[in-house]
């Protein structure tokens, strides 16, 4: 629980709350919007400032611009896909800051929803030294700030963790933020049995949660690119999938910690290979202990692991996963990551699930209401986890 102002306790009649909302949607490559979780995961938050008497000024950042203005990365069809869900116009701005833009926050009127273009447009957005008078800029917009961005709270930029400071004593987290640290939070202290399945291509980004949570889990199942570096720990031959030279000693280490804990760590037992890193590969299905031959590639994990996996996890009363177990964008190589899915939606346990691909398989099966809580922030998610809070909440005052 974040110990901090809540929405509830300022007052929004009247006032123009200025809200750091995570608009950063997957798009297609006609530019449309491929999945609007994000979008939806805000409503709580938008439509209490507007019930309140309230307007909301909202800011975001979409994809990485570099920096400069990029119309691919507009903010446009966020505006567009946030109308159609509150029933209500949604101004957008041609900016984040500016005279124009300063107009449009004025002439606001309570119930009213203003979405600023790309805050990533200007560089001391990422990089707030470059410029401390940007945060300022935006500050000057609002009379409130919230910050519901969970899964960018773990930067330190100039729309989350510095401008809170603009804000004394008007600064507040909004809702996705509180569900986001409330279910996260959780899991350090879990019910047990205690189970993380950990996927996606590198160790080196999953590393610190798997230490974290070494200590207080049941069982430890590896899957996806990153099983690969760990196959190499083991001596086992792994042909031209991919893995990390610099981490094999980190995944020995691992599994030496995890033995002499008695945590049980399972590896894939058996592997799709396939001879490209294509969907239209040719592909086959090999033992694990067989080792993988040159010229072919680790895609997914096999039937046996699967049925292995998903029995394993029966008794579990609370399951943490993280990443794709295997080319889950690739719908040969699909299968592993969509039948975890499936066998976690069957279980009574408490399921918490954060990083895109992983909730995308899941939204992509229609399996999302079985599930305790499906987290909005990958890397967020993991740092949570990790160190227990974040600059973008901290900074809440
Ligand atoms: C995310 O998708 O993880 C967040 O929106 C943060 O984006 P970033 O990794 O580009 O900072």
């Known amino acids: 629980m974040i110990s901090k102002l809540q929405l509830q306790d300022l007052d929004l009649k009247g006032k123009k709350v200025l809200v750091r909302v995570d608009f950063n949607v997957p798009l297609t490559k006609e530019g449309s919007i491929a999945d609007d979780a994000r979008i939806k995961e805000s409503l709580p938050t938008i439509q209490y400032i507007l019930k309140s008497g309230g307007s909301a000024i909202l800011m975001s950042h979409l994809g990485r611009p570099k920096g400069a203005p990029d119309p691919h990365f507009s903010l446009a069809p966020c505006a567009k896909a946030l109308s159609k869900l509150l029933g209500i116009p949604v101004q957008i701005a041609p900016d984040c800051i500016g005279q124009k833009v300063e107009k449009m926050a004025q002439d606001l009127q309570p119930g009213q929803v203003l979405l600023l273009e790309n805050v990533r447009f200007y560089p001391a957005e990422e990089n707030p030294s470059l410029d401390p008078t940007f945060a300022k800029k935006l500050a000057s917009l609002g009379d409130i700030y919230v910050n519901d961005a969970f899964a960018t709270a773990h930067r330190i930029h100039s729309s989350t963790a510095v401008i809170a400071q603009y804000f004394p004593g008007k600064s507040a987290a909004g809702f996705l933020m509180l569900k986001e640290v409330n279910f996260l939070s959780s899991l350090l202290n879990p019910k047990h049995p205690f189970y993380i399945i950990i996927g996606g291509a590198k160790i080196s980004s999953k590393i610190g949660v798997l230490k974290s949570l070494l200590s207080k889990a049941d069982g430890i199942f590896i899957g996806g690119g990153m099983a690969f570096t760990f196959f190499l720990a083991q001596g086992i031959k792994i042909g031209n999938s991919i893995h990390e030279d610099d ?151």
């Open 247 to 397: 981490q094999i000693p980190v995944a020995a280490q691992f599994l030496k910690e995890c033995s002499e804990k008695n945590i049980p760590c399972w590896l894939p037992k058996d592997v799709i290979i396939a001879n490209d890193f294509s969907d239209e590969a040719q592909s086959k299905c090999i033992l694990a202990s067989q080792g993988i031959p040159e010229g072919w590639q680790g895609m997914d994990i096999g039937p046996q692991t699967i049925e292995k996996w998903s029995s394993s996890l029966k008794d579990a009363a609370t399951v943490f996963w993280n990443g794709p177990l295997g080319v889950s964008e690739f719908s040969h190589f699909a299968t592993g990551t969509e039948k975890i899915a499936k066998a976690l939606s069957s279980l009574k346990a408490m399921t918490v699930v954060g990083g895109g691909d992983s909730v995308a398989a899941i939204h992509h099966l229609n399996l999302a209401s079985p599930f305790s809580h499906l987290s909005t922030g990958g890397g967020a998610s993991l740092e949570f986890i990790e160190h227990g809070h974040l600059p973008g909440i901290d900074a809440l005052k």
